[in-house]
């Protein structure tokens, strides 16, 4: 198939791959030129602005770091918009805010244009094997004619209401895993102060109630051995809780520990934006003085596999 991608970042870089590799004629945008080159290399082709590379393909995909930017790209002078035939399709996987992609639907649809909104769960891991998870919002027709792509870079497409929902459970997502790795790393420096031994404590809780993704995949990959491998920053982080509470104020609901949450990765914000979202447990550990690390050094992803395998036995 023809696809146009724009954002070539730490995810969409890695779709844009996974699709080369899946044989479709990809066309890119990016803001940064040297990531242009890079995929001009891989075999795709490079468009100047998001204006030309609507003008070339039906089917656009945008992975951009925010809202606001999405709305420059689609709405903006060179914008999407600008270029798209009618019949064209918008695919928007940013992690992004419901009301401006239903705005940017509005217009669009006035234009002939259909959208969908498709953010992703998985981390750069399952974006480099095809295996994201991808929550859509839109009509099922348009949902049906986007498919077929979207089993190339995803395993679990669930389309979970009209244009927004997908950009909703995303924040509502990102609000659990921001709270669960907070709280594992404010309980296991409390054990650490305690005296107890990390990679133990571990085993206890991954056999236990208070298990989450975070203790047993996060910790173990990245805090443990001290990793912190970027692919999923503070910031963007900090930007998908900051949704989560904009659409409880809209509703008026109080979420009294979300907000404690967003306290604790604003904290993370000002300790290092650009640091992968793991290095939030650096936050805690500064605060409470003690470092969240194994004792048995569990350094190879080898090492890493066989402890995330043994704690995966219980099941
Ligand atoms: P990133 O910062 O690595 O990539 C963003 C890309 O967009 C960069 O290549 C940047 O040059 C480009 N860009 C920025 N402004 C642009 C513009 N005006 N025009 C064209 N290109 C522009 O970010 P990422 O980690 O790939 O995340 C992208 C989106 O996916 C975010 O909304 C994020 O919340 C979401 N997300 C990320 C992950 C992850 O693990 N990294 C997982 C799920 C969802």
Redesign the pocket.
């Known amino acids: 198939m023809k696809v146009g991608l ?8 890695r779709i844009a791959k996974r699709l080369l590799q899946e044989g479709n004629r990809i066309s890119i ?4 030129p040297q ?1 242009i080159q890079e995929f001009v290399a891989y075999g795709a082709e490079a468009a100047t602005n ?1 204006q030309a590379l609507a003008a070339k393909n039906e089917i656009i995909i945008t ?4 809202a606001e ?1 999405v709305k ?2 689609v709405l903006g002078n060179e914008g999407l918009i600008k270029g798209f035939k009618p019949g064209s399709i918008l695919i928007e ?4 805010l419901p009301e401006v992609t239903r705005d940017i639907g509005k217009v669009l649809y006035e234009n002939g244009i259909s959208i969908i909104d498709a ?6 891991k399952k ?1 480099e094997t095809g295996e994201l998870s991808i929550m859509v919002g839109g009509e099922e027709a348009v949902f049906s004619r986007v498919l077929p792509i979207l089993n190339q870079i995803g395993t679990t497409i669930i389309l979970v209401g009209e244009l927004g929902a997908g950009h909703t459970i ?1 924040a509502i997502n990102n609000l659990l895993c921001a709270t669960t790795l907070g709280i594992t790393a404010e309980a296991l420096a409390l054990g650490v102060k305690m005296g107890l031994d990390p990679e133990k404590m571990l085993k206890v809780i991954n056999n236990s109630s208070g298990r989450s993704h975070s203790s047993e995949v996060k910790f173990p990959q990245q805090v443990l051995n001290r990793k912190f491998e970027v ?3 503070i910031d ?1 982080m900090y ?2 809780i900051s949704i989560a509470l904009s659409l409880a104020q809209d509703q008026d609901l109080p979420l009294g520990i979300s907000e404690a949450v967003l306290q604790l990765w604003k904290k993370g914000v000002t300790y290092g934006g650009d640091l992968d979202h793991t290095a939030i447990a650096k936050v805690v550990e500064q605060m409470a003085g003690v470092e969240i690390k194994s004792t048995e050094k569990i350094g190879t992803d080898e090492e890493i596999s066989q402890f995330i395998d043994l704690q995966g036995q219980r099941k």
């Open positions: 724009i954002g070539l970042g730490n995810m969409g870089g945008y990016d803001k940064n990531i998001p992975v951009l770091p925010n930017i420059e790209v996987m940013t992690t992004s953010p992703i769960s998985g981390g750069v974006a995303k692919g999923f920053t963007l930007k998908d």
